[in-house]
């Protein structure tokens, strides 16, 4: 157990719809990090949130959208789903801005 | 922007054999680095990283890696691999200016008995 939960483990949603993703850091850690990890994409940086503000952006698409709360766990929204976002969704998060992260053991969503 | 570049998709050793992996990244300061091992099914775990200092690097599960500045390169080792080692191997590339932290494609490693 790393110490990031990630609910629900696997999803499975159909085309058009929205899924809310949830991600509980270590005890002290106050960034938070999204990735999307496909095939044919890799691991892909989306969002990362820093103490209840966003922080950097990466690759995250105008229909996904992420928020951190003042527990500090943070929920990714998908919505509008297409085929194409099915992958495993990760959260890390860490004590600062950077070092080394801690993944959660990832969201399975598989859009049909 | 930093990035990185892993040339070998797939790699095979024996048990019992050394094993080097290879990292090569882009970035035009000193960059953070990292290696992270995914178990199928899991997420990433850190193995090892490095900031600043002493450039070779001791990590967990017997695993090192070397910053070589002149060629840019980031390269992990492990004098005696075990059947447990097969997994994916991501290095990665943080920048001290920016949040962004870019992974590799990745290197799989299959582990022959």
């Known amino acids: 157990d790393s110490g990031v939960t990630q609910t629900p483990k696997h999803l499975i949603t159909a085309t058009g719809q929205r899924v809310t993703l949830r991600c509980s850091p270590r005890?002290?850690?106050?960034?938070v990090y999204w990735y999307q990890q496909s095939l044919d994409q890799g691991l892909q940086f989306l969002i990362q949130?820093?103490?209840?503000?966003?922080?950097a952006k990466g690759n995250i698409l105008e229909r996904f959208s992420a928020q951190q709360f003042p527990d500090l766990h943070s929920e990714l929204n998908l919505s509008s789903l297409e085929l194409g976002d099915s992958a495993l969704y990760f959260c890390?998060?860490?004590?600062?801005?950077?070092?080394?992260?801690?993944f959660g053991s990832g969201t399975r969503l598989t859009v049909v | 922007a930093q990035s990185v570049t892993q040339p070998d998709i797939h790699i095979t050793v024996s048990e019992g054999a050394s094993l080097e992996l290879r990292c090569n990244y882009s970035?035009?300061?000193?960059?953070?680095l990292f290696w992270y091992v995914q178990s199928p099914g899991q997420g990433l775990q850190l193995l090892l990283k490095?900031?600043?200092?002493?450039?070779l690097v001791q990590g967990i599960k017997g695993f090192e890696a070397e910053f070589k500045r002149s060629q840019s390169s980031f390269n992990l080792r492990k004098p005696s691999v075990h059947w447990s080692d097969a997994a994916e191997y991501f290095c990665?590339?943080?920048?001290?200016?920016?949040?962004?932290?870019?992974f590799g494609a990745g290197t799989r490693l299959t582990v022959k008995p």
């Open positions: 890390a998060s860490s004590v600062g801005d950077i070092g080394g992260y801690t």
């Open positions: 990665a590339v943080g920048a001290r200016d920016n949040n962004d932290m870019r």
């Open positions: 005890s002290g850690d106050l960034s």
């Open positions: 970035y035009g300061a000193t960059p953070y």
């Open positions: 490095y900031f600043s200092g002493d450039t």
């Open positions: 949130y820093y103490n209840g503000e966003e922080r």
